[in-house]
């Protein structure tokens, strides 16, 4: 929502300003330029762009209305974390097979529905659970190795859609020039017109450079950049669970695991020590009336 915010205010800013300077709305008004400048920035895009960006870049443009990712968000995965390596210790790896062939309906993982919805982090972890519940013989390095190279080849493929934005915010003021170049085109095909059809033809150009340029450095860059932080924000988050994985996998003190893990996170998502430690003992309270 922030973000349409934003926009809002470059818009008002850059138009309340031309107001109090004198302007009139309907000058800004040209279909032409509107159609060159958008017919050819989303040509270019269509040629630049593999179908797979495409369809990832529609699919995290809604992400730019919703809000980043809350401390309850990551106070959720330290207790998904908290849980199984609480399970592994007492009833061994073989006891979270059940949890990881049907996740959606695991008792487990369906407490937690920011991870739920979330089926990328949802997969990392599952898939995750798999290999080390198949009994392949994996060092603590070997597996290290393995969930960043998966980390790594997501991060790669979620950045391409911000990246393929950014390109497009570069080519914006160039494109809006071609279109004050083709205005000025047209303006000199009345040049032996009244001096008001002349001028009326130039302001009609400047408008095309002056899109272009607003959608670039205004729009479109902004977006870029904004879907790039949310992609390094959900990398934090897989780190987060990449760190629980490998702690399940070393056997590691279940409390000791998620405090280590929640001492990774940036400082204003970052759970409370106390908060952590009282949701995992509510868990095991719950836990134990439960057996």
């Known amino acids: 929502m922030l973000a349409l915010v934003g926009i809002f205010v470059v818009l008002v800013s850059v138009i309340g300003g031309f107001l109090l300077a004198g302007g009139a709305i309907p000058v800004l008004f040209q279909p032409a330029e509107f159609l060159v400048i958008g017919g050819a920035a989303l040509g270019a895009l269509l040629v630049g762009t593999p179908p797979s960006v495409l369809r990832n870049l529609i699919t995290q443009l809604p992400r730019l209305i919703r809000g980043g990712r809350s401390e309850r968000d990551y106070l959720d995965i330290l207790l998904v974390g908290f849980e199984l390596l609480t399970i592994a210790r007492r009833e061994g790896l073989v006891a979270l097979e059940k949890h990881i062939e049907d996740p959606l309906q695991s008792p487990l993982f369906s407490k937690y529905p920011s991870l739920i919805r979330d089926r990328r982090a949802l997969t990392f972890v599952t898939d995750t659970l798999e290999l080390l519940t198949s009994g392949m013989k994996l ?153």
Not at 140 to 157: N, P, S, T
Not at 190 to 208: F, S
Not at 220 to 238: I, R, S, T
């Open 139 to 291: 060092g603590d390095h070997e597996l290290g190795e393995l969930l960043e190279a998966d980390l790594h080849v997501r991060k790669e493929e979620e950045s391409r859609p911000s990246r393929a934005l950014l390109t497009l915010a570069d080519a914006l003021p160039g494109l809006g020039i071609v279109a004050a170049v083709l205005g000025i085109v047209v303006t000199m095909g009345h040049i032996d017109g009244p001096p008001a059809e002349i001028g009326r033809h130039v302001g009609a150009a400047l408008v095309g450079t002056f899109l272009g340029v607003l959608l670039s450095y205004g729009v479109a860059q902004p977006m870029g950049h904004n879907l790039a932080a949310k992609v390094e924000e959900d990398q934090v988050y897989l780190q987060v669970l990449r760190e629980l994985m490998l702690s399940l996998h070393k056997g590691a003190n279940p409390a000791a695991a998620v405090e280590l893990a929640r001492r990774s996170l940036p400082v204003e998502v970052r759970p409370t020590s106390a908060a952590l430690s009282e949701a995992c003992r509510a868990l095991k309270q719950g836990a134990s009336a439960g057996g």
